[in-house]
């Protein structure tokens, strides 16, 4: 029997036309459809000897009982007409069967196969009717008996079902129309044999083509499944950033990818039959995962390569037979070496100041936490101490922030060639600086410590040829014996902190007893602070947003201020501590929400307006109705208030913060996240589409000019923001050279006292109202 090329037995599509169906007065498939086309002929011509053979001992069988009745004349020629055009026919079968099938075979137009079956139906009935009514009754059984046998050759077409209905028609017809002729000669006894021989061919035959083109159809789609599956795996492979491999029972390499025998450096030859663990740097992990017999994903470990140290990420799934029996593991890996050190830089860019290169505010959190619960379970307190510089406000009013930048600079060199091996230095932001001490058992070195740190500070600084003299005051705590807790220690120690600095500042003082009289001052802070909310104590100023394109103003940030009546101006960085800590800061929030929505209402649509949001009100689940309630009763859309958050929110509740902070995005609100890599890590968070903006701290900003790497962190940054599609604001721009600086790296809003320092609301009001003559004027 004829055998197709495996080349030519390929399915290349996977599924049949909707609505197909086989069925004795259904439309078959279309042999010209790719899905079955390669099947059906190539099955066509593997059948194709068995028809022709059945055609011509069918024949040969027929000439028997005409042989002397007949005349040679005629016998020989017909059968030698049959023997052509089923070899002709066979040949044709086995020749499109190469020809015609694949992703560029030919069209074989359904009519041909048809034609050509009907064409040898007519060609073997031809002589069986012509000599009919001529031959003796017992002649005319036999040959209409053979007739009837004939018609199950049609098995040879069921892969083609129109063919094979082709057929049975034809021979159905051609003896029912010779036993016509011969109905008074053939008995009915016969007739009824034959015609019921006939009858099991064509039900058996179109049964079976039915059975057939179904099992065609079924492995056709299998296949053409298994090669697209194939096709992807390739693709990936080829294409993708991972590589597949699979153990089996006994953990030893069956299959890998030859991405991964490149990563190696060495061929699959010396890989596959080796144990996947020991060819993977002897990972324990992943030996107990592969021991534990259960699915595993994102599983890390680090390669010591040729081409140095590689970090991959593999994860598997179990390989079971169908008795339920283990046999290995098949999984995917990838190298994700980049994107480690991708997340270690973002993490060491979150964890460090810019400007000192020393632990941030949060970082210095978290090493206090780190030292207060070892000095919780070894009983050698911790001490955290508080610094902050006199005098050094007038340098940069007077020097410049260039030259406020290099002080500061120069101050953490000194902190941390004073405080060595026995502590951690950081900066806490501005000109407050931090020391956590993990071995405070000796009070007395503590305060020696601190001696020579107001001692070295005090030296006077040469900065271009600038002799600048500052001071520092310190205040310090001891854990856990002045507070249990992170936070509590930073309040003791920076009520001691207030107590350096109204003892004349330059000195150092520690939380005692004493200082309970401070703490009774911050309690009647927090009573003063209750009733100015109240009494309406509390008024806003509006710092000026640009364009840094067009430098035009597009809105504010409203910034909270306090008058109180008889200490007059309290700083924001006072009382909103003692607002947070006394849950004050929801009911202050909800004010500041509604006064800037009472703004906006009063400003065109194009002005928006932002507001700070302290991370202990975002944890209050009905900020996002407070917010829809404010803009609703200002008649304002929510896309013209932002809500600035820093990354503090994200050292709490992460889970609770990430859903307020979607809840306020569904109602158009914008959310930006403030001061950007000045504290707590929260990169993580930017892919969850709830932030809007970045916002770079000033203190980036400023001295971008005298430090190249400055300008290549706020490249990273905005390059960050735009692969999230979050735009950037450039705080701190106080000069036309940081202004056309931080345009050139991308920025898209300008925020600095280059365009004005926060105003009233009346001059706010002015810078609107002009902004609005000159669209006029334009």
Not at 426 to 443: L, P, Y
Not at 607 to 627: C, F, M, R
């Amino acid at each position: 029997m004829y055998e197709a090329p495996d080349r030519f037995k390929r399915i290349t599509a996977a599924r049949l036309p909707d609505g197909e169906s086989l069925g004795l007065a259904s439309e078959p498939v279309d042999i010209s459809s790719t899905p079955l086309k390669d099947v059906q002929l190539t099955s066509r011509a593997q059948l194709a000897p068995f028809f022709a053979a059945a055609n011509v001992v069918a024949a040969i069988m027929t000439i028997a009982p005409l042989w002397g009745v007949v005349s040679t004349i005629l016998l020989f020629p017909w059968l030698g007409a049959v023997a052509l055009v089923n070899f002709g026919a066979m040949q044709l079968a086995r020749m499109q069967a190469i020809t015609h099938i694949g992703r560029s075979g030919r069209r074989v137009p359904p009519w041909q196969m048809i034609g050509e079956v009907i064409v040898r139906a007519v060609v073997w009935l031809s002589l069986p009717l012509w000599v009919f009514t001529s031959i003796d009754p017992g002649s005319q059984v036999i040959v209409a008996s053979i007739a009837a046998g004939l018609g199950v050759a049609g098995l040879g077409l069921v892969v083609v079902p129109r063919a094979a209905i082709a057929w049975m028609s034809s021979f159905t017809g051609g003896l029912v129309g010779v036993l016509l002729l011969g109905r008074d000669t053939v008995p009915f006894q016969h007739m009824l044999s034959i015609l019921f021989t006939l009858g099991v061919a064509i039900f058996g035959v179109l049964n079976v083509a039915r059975w057939a083109f179904e099992q065609l159809k079924t492995n056709a789609d299998f296949s053409a499944q298994s090669e697209s599956a194939a096709l992807l795996l390739q693709e990936y492979e080829q294409r993708g950033v991972g590589w597949l491999w699979q153990v089996d029972g006994e953990n030893r390499v069956t299959y890998i990818s030859s991405r991964m025998t490149a990563l190696l450096g060495r061929p699959a030859s010396q890989l596959v039959g080796h144990s996947m663990p020991s060819l993977l740097g002897g990972n324990a992990e992943l030996g107990r995962k592969l021991l534990e017999k259960q699915p595993f994903n994102a599983l890390e470990m680090e390669l010591q390569t040729a081409r140095g140290p590689r970090w991959i990420s593999i994860a598997g799934d179990p390989i079971i037979d169908t008795a339920g029996r283990f046999e290995g593991f098949r999984g995917v890996g990838s190298d994700i070496t980049e994107m480690r050190q991708t997340q270690e830089r973002l993490t060491h860019l979150a964890n460090m100041d810019v400007l000192s290169g020393l632990p941030n505010r949060g970082r210095v959190r978290q090493l206090l936490g780190e030292a207060l619960r070892t000095a919780t379970s070894t009983n050698v307190p911790c001490a955290i101490l508080f610094l902050d510089l006199d005098g050094f406000k007038p340098v940069n009013d007077t020097f410049g922030h260039p030259k406020g930048d290099a002080v500061l600079r120069a101050v953490a060199k000194r902190l941390v060639d004073e405080v060595g091996a026995d502590g951690h230095v950081g900066r806490m932001g501005g000109d407050e600086f931090a020391i956590v001490v993990t071995d405070a058992q000796s009070r007395k070195k503590v305060e020696q410590m601190s001696e020579r740190i107001i001692k070295s500070i005090k030296e006077p600084y040469m900065i271009d040829q600038t002799e600048i003299r500052i001071g520092v005051s310190i205040g310090a705590s001891f854990g856990p014996i002045d507070g249990a807790t992170v936070d509590d220690l930073i309040l003791k120690a920076d009520l001691a902190l207030y107590q350096a600095k109204d003892a004349g500042r330059g000195v150092a003082r520690y939380f005692s007893s004493e200082l309970q009289s401070e703490q009774e001052d911050r309690v009647r802070l927090e009573t003063d602070l209750r009733q100015a909310i109240t009494a309406q104590q509390f008024h806003l100023v509006f710092q000026p947003l640009v364009s840094a394109k067009s430098q035009k103003l597009i809105g504010f940030e409203a910034l909270i201020r306090w008058n109180h009546p008889q200490r007059g101006f309290i700083p924001p960085n006072v009382f909103i501590p003692v607002a947070e800590e006394n849950g004050l800061m929801p009911q202050l929030g909800n004010w500041i929400i509604d006064e800037a929505c009472r703004a906006l209402a009063t400003w065109p649509e194009a002005v928006t307006v932002a507001v700070n949001i302290s991370p202990k009100q975002i944890l209050v689940p009905a900020l996002p109705n407070v917010v829809s309630e404010a803009l609703a009763r200002h008649k304002i859309p929510g896309n013209r208030l932002e809500l600035e958050v820093t990354e503090g929110v994200f050292l709490g509740d992460s889970g609770k913060t990430v859903d307020v902070l979607g809840r306020l995005r569904a109602l158009g609100v914008g959310i930006a996240l403030d001061d950007f890599g000045t504290g707590y890590s929260s990169i993580g968070y930017l892919n969850k589409a709830i932030f809007h903006k970045l916002k770079i701290d000033g203190s980036f900003v400023r001295d971008c000019g005298s430090r190249p790497e400055n300008v290549a962190i706020i490249k990273s940054i905005v390059q960050l923001a735009k692969s999230f599609r979050m735009s950037v604001t450039a705080e701190g721009v106080e000069t036309a050279e940081d202004f056309e600086r931080m345009r050139e790296l991308g920025c898209d809003t300008i925020q600095g006292y280059l365009f004005g320092k926060p105003l009233s609301y009346e001059r706010a009001n002015q810078m609107v109202v002009g902004l609005g003559a000159k669209r006029m004027a334009g």
